[in-house]
């Protein structure tokens, strides 16, 4: 994960002052040369350590820690809402035009993910903000650009505009727009071509793209596998042609974070989504606070339940959970249960965003093994309907039976009739907790 050992080294650091009882100037001195060091490695921007550093230390010597009961949680916080403010503080909205259609321009480098990136925040605009994109394929000069984005749009199921490589961008721009708003579309993204380098003709035609569709929002993707680079590529492309805002993508891979440190601090214009894998779903709205807390290793439930109620159909939930209280639950109902949460992403990945996951014995490099899951799944495909609902009929020879149908042993299948059983108890006693006027919950 991106920030792994900037995140193992702050999070020392601050272990040495949580429990302390009062805190001198010497300890604060100590902690911001390890603090200081941490940053500089995981590849921020000197000058934005030097000022990150200078805040913390006023503050963590100042009133608000010395006189607070708990001194050490105290200085935390402060470093935590410093963090939260060095990424830009507030979560920062995307524009929405008075009159549709919003039109947002997507710039950057080639290989930053420009073109993936277009089609992760169509997804998004849909999925989460029930938003209808046309998506524009106005990258010309990248041979397979064109085609890639009619690849995403046939994947999402969603209609790109393109009019082949012989027109002009400007022109596949304009005329964009003109079907968006006959189509009743209330968002264009515009696919722009890319460099390998920032260059004066690139600069033109974006701005020429700019001048003509008077954009709502221009994102400039990067890549933040690229470090400071990324911070150079952003200020440049500020200069020339002005951005709203900055989509980080690859934060997934092990970067160690500097780009989303500095980027909002030398260009003042905020990070506003992070791509966190290949995948079409893989593209988040970026929280300063909630990245900060991840880095503090104090989790990030608030995402976790966000990619639940985005990838979790809420009617399905309901209807599992009620068959839970009247302890219908079955086999079918749990497979159905596996297929949702594992739509939330890589199990390893969601497990990090628990409060405190890094530091519990055994699940800080937990390897969720995507295997033996898929191994359930099968044990459970090879029931027939009967035994998906009525487990208690599985006999021996039927055991034998489901385990060479799936692949699998009858040690694997006797595991999960028992896992099975165990969870059926426990959602007994549960609605037993509910049924006495306990809130309901999710049903995972
Ligand atoms: P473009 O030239 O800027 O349009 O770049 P592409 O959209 O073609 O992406 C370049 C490569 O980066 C592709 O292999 C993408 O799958 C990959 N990519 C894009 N975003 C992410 C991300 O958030 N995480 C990871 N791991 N790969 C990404």
């Known amino acids: 994960m991106a920030f792994e050992g900037l995140a193992d080294r702050l999070q020392n650091t601050m272990q040495k002052i949580r429990g302390k009882g009062k805190v001198t100037e010497a300890d604060v001195k100590d902690m911001m040369r390890e603090v200081r060091l941490a940053l500089l490695e995981a590849d921020v921007n000197f000058k934005v350590v030097k000022s990150f550093v200078k805040k913390v230390s006023e503050r963590s010597v100042g ?79 990248r041979p397979a650009a064109i085609k890639q ?69 221009i994102f400039l993707v990067v890549d933040a596998m690229t470090g400071q680079d990324a911070v150079n590529v952003a200020q440049s492309f500020n200069e020339q042609l002005g951005v709203t805002g900055v989509i980080l993508t690859k934060l997934d891979g092990d970067t160690r974070g500097g780009a989303a440190l500095s980027i909002r601090a030398v260009t003042e214009k905020p990070i506003k989504f992070a ?77 990090k965003m628990l409060p405190g996951a890094n530091k519990i014995k055994g699940l800080s490099n937990v390897q969720v093994d995507e295997k033996q899951i898929s191994h359930i799944e099968a044990i459970i495909q090879s029931m027939t309907s009967e035994e998906k609902q009525h487990p208690e009929i599985i006999s021996s020879g039927r055991k034998k039976r489901i385990a060479r149908g799936s692949g699998t042993s009858i040690q694997e299948v006797n595991r999960l009739l028992k896992q099975f059983e165990e969870m059926k108890k426990m959602m007994k006693q549960m609605s037993g907790m509910q049924q006495k006027g306990k809130k309901k919950g999710m049903p995972f």
């Open 63 to 141: 009133q608000e820690v010395m006189k607070s009961l708990t001194p050490g949680q105290q200085v935390i916080k402060v470093v935590k809402e410093e963090l939260t403010d060095l990424m830009g503080g507030e979560q920062s909205q995307i524009a929405v035009a008075k009159r549709p259609p919003t039109v947002i321009m997507m710039v950057g480098l080639q290989g930053a993910g420009k073109t993936t990136t277009t089609g992760k925040l169509a997804n998004l605009l849909r999925k989460r903000y029930n938003r209808k994109p046309l998506l524009v394929a106005a990258d010309i000069y």
């Open 275 to 351: 791509g966190m894998g290949e995948k079409l779903d893989a593209l988040e709205p970026f929280h300063p606070e909630r990245m900060a807390s991840r880095i503090l290793g104090m989790g990030d439930v608030l995402t976790l339940i966000e990619k639940a109620q985005t990838n979790v159909d809420e009617e399905k939930a309901k209807e599992l959970e009620q068959k839970m209280r009247t302890m219908s639950f079955t086999f079918d109902d749990f497979l159905e249960q596996l297929g949702q949460v594992r739509s939330m992403g890589p199990l390893d990945e969601i497990i």
């Open 149 to 217: 984005l009619e690849t995403l749009g046939k994947q999402l199921n969603m209609p790109v505009f393109s009019l082949g490589d012989q027109v002009s961008p400007v022109e596949i721009a304009k005329q964009a727009i003109e079907k968006a708003k006959e189509d009743h579309h209330d968002y264009v993204l515009i696919d722009t071509a890319g460099r390998l380098h920032v260059d004066e003709n690139l600069m033109g035609e974006l701005k020429d793209i700019k001048e003509l569709t008077n954009p709502d929002e």
